[in-house]
């Protein structure tokens, strides 16, 4: 597609449910990067992608966030368990090879009730 | 590990002034630098990407430059309209992610 697209856009839970957030990254954009903006605050880098393999995981907050990239395309932010705290804007970006620059998406708001 | 630090942390000036924003960055070795704008509620656009081996970058009356050696880049914009307030963020890519300053909340007065 044109652009990073994200979905859904907006996602109210109640606590203790699990939620999937999907990525769509820009075609031929083989690295891929999840990130998260609290009420307020600066974006925090969860977890980045090349191909299918994620050699960094370092900024997943804890156990109960996963993720996963299929084909080399398209990617899952699992949040299982979810509680207050995890409400937050999770936004999805996609580049080419270092050097090129990041797309980002247009965010999933996420609300936990 | 890399931290950037974006100063002021909210600027409001009058339509027509030109205004510069300054990010400043502790690792050098820094491989890009890459400006965003965020409108509120919404996701990041890309303004400028200055890489490696450039010293600035210039679209329409966007101006950013970066100076490796002293940690520092700089985001001008000339002739200031109401529609250019927003959240102004910058962001240096090293070790395969980009690291954000906590950005610059601007507002144009008419």
């Known amino acids: 597609g044109a652009g990073v697209s994200q979905s859904p856009s907006n996602k109210v839970t109640e606590k203790g449910k699990d939620v999937e957030l999907r990525c769509d990254p820009i075609?031929?954009?083989?690295?891929l990067y999840w990130y998260r903006q609290s009420l307020g605050q600066g974006l925090e880098f969860l977890i980045y992608?090349?191909?299918?393999?994620?050699?960094?995981k370092s900024g997943l907050p804890s156990d109960r966030f996963s993720a996963e990239r299929t084909g080399g395309s398209v990617s899952t932010l699992t949040i299982q368990r979810t509680q207050q705290e995890d409400s937050a804007v999770y936004l999805c970006?996609?580049?080419?090879?270092?050097?090129?620059?990041?797309?980002f998406g247009s965010g999933t708001r996420l609300t936990v009730v | 590990k890399q931290e950037v630090t974006q100063i002021p942390a909210a600027l409001s000036v009058p339509e027509g002034e030109n205004l510069v924003l300054n990010c400043s960055f502790t690792?050098?070795?820094?491989?890009?630098l890459q400006w965003f704008r965020q409108d509120p509620g919404k996701g990041l656009t890309s303004l400028l990407l200055?890489?490696?081996?450039?010293r600035e970058q210039t679209s329409g009356r966007l101006n950013a430059s970066l100076d490796k050696s002293s940690g520092r880049s700089t985001l001008y914009i000339a002739a200031s309209q109401p529609g250019d307030s927003a959240t102004y963020l910058c962001?240096?890519?090293?070790?395969?992610?980009?690291?954000f300053g906590q950005g610059t909340r601007l507002t144009i007065n008419p």
């Open positions: 970006a996609s580049s080419l090879p270092q050097g090129y620059g990041y797309t």
């Open positions: 075609s031929g954009h083989t690295a």
């Open positions: 992608f090349q191909g299918n393999s994620a050699p960094d």
């Open positions: 690792d050098s070795a820094i491989y890009n």
């Open positions: 200055i890489q490696s081996s450039q």
């Open positions: 962001a240096g890519e090293g070790a395969q992610k980009l690291v």
